[in-house]
């Protein structure tokens, strides 16, 4: 009689299971919501997976809010559905505020020999309210309210593998 129990237990725990891993494969979500040091910005990042329509197994949605007291500056949308495409979440590894205005969105690069220095300017006499520099494939630096005659200095990944050989980027 134990084992009856025991067992309708068990399909129920296997079923539910199985339903949970279902659930979590047709809507796979990746979420980061972060604040700079300062509390002026803040940037909310969502990728999710949804159902096919490329060659890929799930299509990626990436929508990215770029905010400034809660106002939007800046809305990015992506989308990957080509299964030869890596997956978008590889360039969201890192998603960390180098300064109060100064944001990086890219790879892991705590393997990295060295890091290049990318030098943002302005030499206007109005503040530049948003700068985005792309650096590499998987590495992208975004600068906020930018004060006139002023620049500012920001460590980019040049993107060598553990070995030290290259992952180089055309385009």
Do not use: C, H
């Amino acid at each position: 009689m134990a084992y009856k129990y025991l067992s309708v237990i068990l399909i129920v725990v296997v079923f539910g299971f199985v339903g949970l891993s279902q659930v979590w494969q047709s809507g796979q979500k990746y979420e980061v919501d972060r604040t700079s040091p300062n509390g002026i910005y803040r940037v909310k990042i969502e990728l999710r997976q949804d159902k096919r329509t490329g060659t890929r197994d799930r299509t990626e949605r990436l929508k990215i809010q770029y905010l400034k007291q809660g106002k939007i500056i800046d809305t990015y949308q992506a989308e990957n559905s080509e299964q030869y495409e890596p997956s978008m979440r590889k360039g969201l590894q890192v998603v960390e505020w180098l300064a109060d205005n100064a944001l990086r969105i890219g790879e892991d690069n705590l393997n990295q020999p060295f890091n290049d220095e990318v030098v943002v300017s302005n030499t206007s006499d109005e503040y530049l309210r948003y700068v985005e520099v792309s650096y590499g494939r998987f590495e992208s630096l975004r600068v906020f309210d930018l004060a006139p005659k002023s620049q500012i200095a920001l460590a980019a990944s040049p993107g060598f593998k553990p070995d030290g050989s290259s992952r180089y980027f055309l385009g």
